[in-house]
């Protein structure tokens, strides 16, 4: 009951959220741009999300194959794929994250379950280490010589400790970081330019990396476990951070959306695998 009021109160939290910000926009300007936005821009946004998917899913599986685990790329996509759609659409207990821990236990059950917890754990925070540098990089133009050292100082001590505990906690992805990291940047490159097109597509050709700058605050904002799948988060960071870089609030609120409903759609395909096994009676096998 605990696990299903949580996930209630996250959908609260959702809609109230989204219900603020649309209070804050003209909403009829805002469902005109999303009506009137290029139809084949929007269907080719979802090529790079798709490819910034399959990148993280290869990343928790090269961690997973370092601890051990027999998971090949196509079940590790599959694992992944599935895990989405219990994370944004099922209440209680399941989301994806417990998923993937239940899945991954009975494929190895002598693997312990603080190891794999552990893997689950660098591979996000792999992916937000990576997440805060390109947001360093992109906010360099906007800040002052003295926040620009501070930034990068700090960026550079919390690659130091980041690389620290690596060794400490979890020497196996050692000889694999680069690898990781690299995956990692194809995910967040690949987001960076699903937004690109989307601007192109509500007819938006400048300001291209302050547009991107808030996605990506955003993006480091909705991991925070407040709403559901981190919709409306999203679209707060967009329309506060719009007003603070002088860029239309009505282009970046409409950008925020689009991307929501990617996310959304691409989500809901992961029931696809659920179906599939229901109906043929057979169980995912891991290789």
Same mark, same amino acid.
């Given at each position: 009951?605990?696990?299903?009021?949580?996930?209630?109160?996250?959908?609260?939290?959702?809609?109230?959220?989204?219900?603020?910000?649309?209070?804050?926009?003209?909403?009829?300007?805002?469902?005109?741009?999303?009506?009137?936005?290029?139809?084949?821009?929007?269907?080719?946004?979802?090529?790079?999300?798709?490819?910034?998917?399959?990148?993280?899913?290869?990343?928790?599986?090269?961690?997973?194959?370092?601890?051990?685990?027999?998971?090949?790329?196509?079940?590790?996509?599959?694992?992944?794929?599935?895990?989405?759609?219990?994370?944004?659409?099922?209440?209680?207990?399941?989301?994806?994250?417990?998923?993937?821990?239940?899945?991954?236990?009975?494929?190895?059950?002598?693997?312990?379950?603080?190891?794999?917890?552990?893997?689950?754990?660098?591979?996000?925070?792999?992916?937000?280490?990576?997440?805060?540098?390109?947001?360093?990089?992109?906010?360099?133009?906007?800040?002052?010589?003295?926040?620009?050292?501070?930034?990068?100082?700090? /960026? $550079?001590?919390?690659? &130091? =400790?980041?690389?620290? *505990?690596?060794?400490?906690?979890? %020497?196996? !992805? +050692?000889?694999?970081?680069?690898?990781?990291?690299?995956?990692?940047?194809?995910?967040?490159?690949?987001?960076?330019?699903?937004?690109?097109?989307?601007?192109?597509?509500?007819?938006?050709?400048?300001?291209?990396?302050?547009?991107?700058?808030?996605?990506?605050?955003?993006?480091?904002?909705?991991?925070?476990?407040?709403?559901?799948?981190?919709?409306?988060?999203?679209?707060?960071?967009?329309?506060?951070?719009?007003?603070?870089?002088?860029?239309?609030?009505?282009?970046?609120?409409?950008?925020? /959306? $689009?991307?929501?409903? &990617? =996310?959304?759609?691409? *989500?809901?395909?992961?029931?696809? %695998?659920? !179906? +599939?096994?229901?109906?043929?009676?057979?169980?995912?096998?891991?290789?």
């Amino acid at each position: 009951m605990k696990q299903y009021l949580k996930w209630a109160a996250k959908l609260l939290a959702t809609g109230a959220l989204l219900y603020w910000v649309f209070l804050q926009t003209d909403r009829e300007s805002l469902f005109k741009a999303l009506k009137g936005s290029n139809k084949v821009a929007l269907l080719l946004s979802f090529v790079p999300y798709l490819v910034s998917r399959v990148s993280g899913a290869m990343r928790l599986t090269a961690i997973l194959n370092a601890i051990g685990v027999p998971l090949s790329q196509a079940s590790g996509m599959r694992l992944n794929w599935v895990s989405m759609f219990y994370g944004m659409f099922l209440p209680g207990g399941l989301g994806g994250d417990a998923y993937k821990l239940i899945h991954l236990k009975r494929l190895s059950p002598d693997k312990g379950t603080l190891l794999l917890t552990r893997a689950l754990l660098w591979d996000r925070l792999i992916g937000l280490v990576l997440l805060v540098m390109i947001t360093a990089l992109f906010s360099m133009p906007y800040l002052s010589l003295n926040l620009r050292i501070l930034t990068f100082a700090v /960026v $550079l001590a919390g690659c &130091i =400790v980041f690389w620290l *505990a690596g060794k400490r906690w979890f %020497p196996e !992805i +050692i000889p694999r970081l680069g690898k990781l990291l690299a995956l990692s940047s194809v995910v967040q490159s690949a987001q960076i330019f699903c937004i690109c097109i989307l601007l192109y597509s509500i007819q938006v050709y400048t300001d291209f990396g302050k547009y991107n700058l808030l996605f990506l605050i955003s993006s480091a904002a909705s991991t925070l476990p407040i709403s559901v799948g981190g919709i409306g988060v999203r679209e707060v960071v967009f329309l506060k951070g719009a007003e603070l870089l002088v860029i239309p609030t009505q282009a970046a609120v409409t950008v925020s /959306v $689009l991307f929501d409903i &990617i =996310v959304t759609l691409a *989500a809901a395909t992961g029931c696809i %695998p659920i !179906i +599939i096994k229901s109906r043929s009676g057979s169980s995912l096998k891991p290789n």
